[in-house]
């Protein structure tokens, strides 16, 4: 399964951004899609996640102002980032945890994009 993630880009204090992410290849089902994001210096964090049910989580400093969800139909997460600051500059990373079956049992497995850009100036 790869992972092609957009969307990144510059944009000024109080812009907002849309991120993309989409799951491409074998057939399989969704457990929990997610953006991470790492900062120069920094260890990389998760931002929001979103299981293929539905059901979201926010890091502290994304809640209120970022928006996950999910085409399950298009195997695509989507990270809606409003109100950026400087401090929200990164890397952000997309994460699939999915799962196939086997005749025997089902395979679990993750994933990752390989990382966009977001630069908030001010």
């Known amino acids: 399964v790869q992972l092609q993630a957009s969307g990144g880009g510059l944009v000024q204090a109080g812009g907002s951004l849309r991120l993309s992410c989409a799951a491409s290849?074998?057939?399989?089902?969704?457990?929990?899609m997610g953006w991470y994001r790492q900062a120069p210096g920094k260890e990389r964090e998760l931002v929001a996640d979103?299981?293929?049910?539905?059901?979201?989580g926010y890091a502290d400093s994304a809640r209120g102002r970022f928006t996950i969800s999910l085409d399950n139909a298009k195997n695509t997460v989507y990270l809606q980032m409003n109100s950026l600051t400087p401090e929200d500059t990164a890397v952000y990373y997309c994460r699939l945890q999915g799962y196939y079956y086997t005749r025997d049992s089902p395979v679990v497995f993750g994933s990752w994009g390989q990382g966009t850009q977001v630069t908030v100036s001010l």
């Open positions: 979103i299981t293929g049910g539905g059901s979201t």
């Open positions: 290849g074998s057939t399989f089902k969704i457990q929990t």
